[in-house]
């Protein structure tokens, strides 16, 4: 029998993948570096559908029909350049090979352009949704060439998760397109889990609520505009016991949050493109901060008595009125920060757009996100719809008349959080952050010209006038003349 696709590497995400696949009616051959993966797949779900069992790539590739199409979910990094050395010889010119892993883009860009020349497509495939997607149906941002689409294409749109009937996969663009808007993607997941963390701190620092009822926050919470599956998912992680002690999972978990890379390179190729993600960037410094924990314990000894010398402030909006009131400002600055992650991500999506060369479409890629994937949330939908007239697309997300509407109304809350937040000493890094951008966006003169007027005396830089063109300097050593350069 041959096989309609094969799948290498057969941990999580391509195991399901592949059951994915085989369900909807493929035949897929499997492999993995070690074979038990391969067998252990076959004998819980081999009957799931058609697969062929392989014990090498070269077994793999053999079974495939023509074009070929082998797709890799291994470890991002130097395995991909593995498995593709060792694919090379096995394949012919036409044949595709897929990298649906968390690839760098810039090493797709350069595994396309070596592959290109040698006749073959390589398409860098940014798939979200963990195991759970993967399986049922997960939100797939292809790139490469379109030629490779059109090959491609039917089959990722066929597994992929659905919005309303329509699939969330569509071509984004060439070369690393599809690893770029994935990589955005995960930043901006990185910031929706530092706001619902920030949100959940202060309620318990600030308002005594324990873990198990501000489950029923985010329960009630995500009825509302924030509805999203992290907001639901937040519920269940707060509700959980630990079977151990009897105390809330969340207690016992080591508060150090891992990081793979992609909200990593998000903040760094905002920086490369010109484009102030300073929410996202600050979330992955807040998962930095968090992992030097022997640090974290000697300061807080060190600095015990806290700022204004409030020690612990957990009773601080605990009558039931206020504790109401802090809980919907919390709500707020929440949703307002989340905004500011997305008009974010958006926006160095168009930088990245001019930088590369690539034609994103900003509608599409909101599109795309609307099921399926970690960060899906009805504010989707409304980011679309923003997007859907081409001569009325806003510059920045925030003026969409929508956001704008949206931030006027929580902006008191959140000043009255990220104020509380400071005056008794709780982190609230993206809240603050996020509120700084959206008052720095909102000022057409900021101190840049104090700055200017700096670098101009000691580096001679240089500065621009408001009153008229040109370059000019002052002589600050000299007699402080001014002179045009
Ligand atoms: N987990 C998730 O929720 C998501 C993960 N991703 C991305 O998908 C990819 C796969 O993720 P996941 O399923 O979690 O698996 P892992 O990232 O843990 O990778 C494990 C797989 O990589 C294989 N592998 C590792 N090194 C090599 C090598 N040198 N040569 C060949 N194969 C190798 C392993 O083979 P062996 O069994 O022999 O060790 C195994 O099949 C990653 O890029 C990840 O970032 C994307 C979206 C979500
Ligand atoms: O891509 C993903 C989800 O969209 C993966 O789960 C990824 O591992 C998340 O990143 P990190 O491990 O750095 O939190």
Redesign the pocket.
């Known amino acids: 029998m041959s096989a309609d696709i094969g799948v ?9 993948l592949a059951r994915n696949l085989a369900r909807n009616g493929y035949t897929v051959a499997l492999h ?3 074979v ?2 391969t067998d252990s797949l076959l004998n819980s779900y081999g009957h799931e559908g058609n697969f062929v069992r392989t014990e090498s790539l070269a077994e793999l590739v053999q079974s495939l029909e023509r074009p070929r199409r082998v797709l890799i ?4 990094g ?3 350049d ?2 593709i050395d060792e694919l090379l010889p096995l394949l012919e010119e036409g044949d595709i090979i897929i990298d ?4 760098f883009y810039e090493e797709t860009r350069r595994r396309e352009a070596a592959l290109r020349e040698k006749g073959l497509h390589f398409v860098g495939v ?6 759970e ?2 399986l049922n149906g ?1 939100s797939i941002m292809p790139g490469g060439s379109r030629e490779s689409y059109q090959a491609l294409g039917p089959m990722l749109e066929k597994i992929a998760a659905e919005y309303h009937g329509e699939p969330c996969c569509a071509w984004v663009g060439t070369d690393g397109a599809g690893h770029y808007v ?1 990589m955005v993607h995960n930043g901006i997941e990185y910031a929706d889990m530092q706001v619902i963390g920030e949100a959940y701190d202060l309620m318990r620092s600030l308002a005594g609520l324990e873990p198990a009822q501000q489950a029923g926050v985010f329960r009630e919470w995500n009825t509302t505009d924030l509805a999203s599956y992290l907001i639901e998912i937040t519920s269940a992680v707060l509700e959980q016991e630990d079977e151990l002690t009897g105390r809330p999972l969340v207690d016992v978990i080591v508060d150090s949050a891992g990081q ?1 890379g ?1 909200g990593r390179w998000t903040a760094i190729s905002g920086l490369e493109v010109g484009s102030p993600v300073t929410t996202i960037a600050e979330s992955v410094f807040a998962r930095s901060i968090s992992s030097q924990r022997e640090l974290r314990a000697e300061t807080s000894q060190a600095f015990s008595a806290g700022i204004n010398g409030v020690v612990s402030a957990e009773e601080l909006y605990s009558e039931q009125d206020a504790q109401q009131d802090f809980v919907e400002d919390v709500r707020k600055a929440l949703y307002a920060s989340k905004l500011v992650s997305y008009a974010q991500g958006f926006d160095m999506l168009t930088a990245a757009g001019s930088e590369f060369g690539w034609e994103l479409d900003l509608r599409t890629i909101a599109s795309l996100w609307r099921a399926g994937c ?1 960060i899906r949330a009805d504010l989707l939908d409304t980011i679309m719809k923003a997007y859907e007239v081409p001569d009325e697309r806003p510059k920045n997300l925030l003026l969409a008349p929508a956001f704008t509407e949206a931030l006027n109304e929580c902006l008191p809350a959140w000043r009255r959080v990220v104020a509380a937040a400071a005056t008794y000493g709780v982190p609230a890094p993206v809240f603050s952050s996020s509120l700084a951008y959206y008052d720095s966006l909102r000022r057409d003169r900021l101190p840049a010209s104090l700055t200017q007027g700096l670098r101009d005396y000691f580096g001679a830089h240089t500065y621009e006038r408001v009153d008229k063109p040109g370059t000019f300097h002052t002589r600050w050593s000299e007699d402080r003349s001014e002179m045009e350069m």
């Not at 979910?73 to 991002?76: N, R």
């Not at 649906?100 to 690839?103: C, F, H, P, R």
């Not at 940014?126 to 195991?131: A, L, Q, R």
């Open positions: 290498t590497g057969l941990a999580v995400m391509g195991a399901n993995n570096r070690s038990a993966r979910m291994v470890k991002a130097a395995p991909v593995a498995v649906a892993g968390n690839s940014g798939v979200s949704g963990g195991e997607g993967a997960p994935k793979k992609t970690i």
